[in-house]
């Protein structure tokens, strides 16, 4: 059984920051990758930030030299550091982690965080 807990959501103006923090919980072996996904109102889940287990990261064009992606292994935490937002940035945020647990391989989503960013 692996949780995701995530927090750091809230309202901010445009141009303000937010850290976004992904806990998971259980018997994890490993993980070997981590991702943030955000899903505006009517829209398809985007994929916004990538780190796998070498620290190896990728950034969708819209985030890019704004957001970072981070991790703390010894914590199995996830960040998602956003600067420079944008109104557009506005959207529940998930996390996501791929590993393995002693239940076997696993796929695990966050309960989502909600990201407001006022104009």
């Known amino acids: 059984q692996v949780q995701l807990v995530e927090s750091g959501g809230g309202l901010v103006q445009a141009g303000g920051s937010l850290r976004l923090s992904c806990a998971a919980s259980?018997?994890?072996?490993?993980?070997?990758?981590m991702y943030w996904y955000r899903q505006a109102p009517g829209k398809q889940r985007e994929l916004v930030a990538t780190i796998t287990s070498r620290s190896n990261t990728n950034y969708a064009d819209s985030v890019k030299g704004r957001f970072t992606i981070s991790r703390d292994n010894a914590k199995n935490t996830v960040y998602l550091q956003m600067n420079s937002l944008k109104p557009e940035d506005t959207a529940v945020y998930y996390c996501?982690?791929?590993?393995?647990?002693?239940?076997?391989?696993?796929?695990?989503w966050g309960q989502g965080t909600q990201v407001t960013v006022s104009s």
């Open positions: 996501n982690v791929e590993g393995s647990a002693d239940v076997g391989d696993f796929t695990s």
């Open positions: 259980g018997s994890i072996f490993s993980i070997d990758a």
